[in-house]
């Protein structure tokens, strides 16, 4: 069985465990039905996800003019403090920036290598968390915009991380935490303007993740630098492809990529 397509981030379900779907144009796989499967992967090449051109990938699955020119790509995207849509002031383009920015944002604790804070728009709730790798999470604060969420989260940060530490997400040297208690500790630095929108008495989300072995340690697979690989699948976890190898594979690292990917 051979696929080719344009690698973008798996699109998942919040089921008990996680299911995992590789959307091509014109066909998808239920990569959970992959596991201990063998899968060969064959880097042919390049299709930015703005212009579609055979162009090198910058960043986000965007050719350097595209990074730089769309939207989409905006500094806010990964700094939500930096959001101006609230003032009426445009980045790049004021009305797609309105409709991303003027939303509902969640403020939130995710726990996948240890207790990070983060910012996500309500409508990726739980799927954030999935990306992420995260076993637990739970919401601090509902915000009514992108601004209110980056400065919340931003003073959040100044006591508690907000990176994930993907190689011990990856082989599951996890702690569980009792998220409630640090959400209860943190509430004090909220900054006043956002403080009305703290989520009271709210419960954790658990996540499950279909792994049936999680490696000892981890070898990160780069297409552009091994442009062949194969391997037996023995787990997905954030958007990371776990192989028997200790090979490791994140999709969204690669997004814009085009593969053939040969499953025995």
């Known amino acids: 069985m051979q696929y080719v397509g344009v690698l973008t981030k798996m699109q998942t379900e919040h089921t008990n465990p996680i299911n995992y779907y590789l959307v091509f144009k014109s ?18 090449g390049y299709e930015c996800l703005g212009c579609g051109q055979n162009k090198k990938i910058f960043r ?18 990964m700094k939500p403090e930096l959001s101006k849509a609230h003032l009426g002031i445009e980045d790049r383009d004021l009305t797609y920036e309105k409709k991303v920015q003027l ?3 969640i403020v939130y604790l995710a726990n996948s290598s240890n207790i990070k804070v983060g910012v996500t728009r309500k409508t990726q ?15 601090i604060a509902e915000l009514p915009n992108r601004y209110l969420a980056g400065i919340t ?6 006591h508690i991380a907000d990176k994930t530490n993907w190689r011990k997400m990856l082989t599951n040297t996890i702690t569980d ?3 409630a208690s640090v959400k209860s500790t943190i509430k004090q630095y909220i900054p006043e303007e956002a403080l009305p929108y703290f989520i009271e008495n709210n419960k954790e989300t658990a996540i499950n993740f279909p792994v049936i072995n999680y490696p000892k340690k981890v070898t990160s697979l780069n297409l552009g630098k091994t442009p062949t690989y194969s391997g037996k699948l023995k787990g997905i976890k954030g958007q990371y492809l776990i192989f028997e190898d200790n090979t490791v594979f994140n999709v969204r690292n690669h997004e814009g990529f085009v593969v053939s990917l040969k499953i025995s």
């Open 27 to 44: 066909h998808f796989i239920h990569m959970n039905q992959l596991l201990d499967k063998t899968i060969d992967i064959q880097f042919e």
């Open 60 to 77: 986000q699955g965007y050719c350097y003019d595209d990074f730089y020119k769309l939207p989409n790509a905006g500094d806010w995207i």
């Open 103 to 105: 939303q509902p944002h």
């Open 125 to 139: 709730v739980p799927t954030r968390w999935i990306d992420q790798g995260a076993h637990e999470a739970i919401e």
């Open 153 to 158: 989260e931003v003073a959040l940060k100044e």
């Open 177 to 179: 935490e009792t998220l």
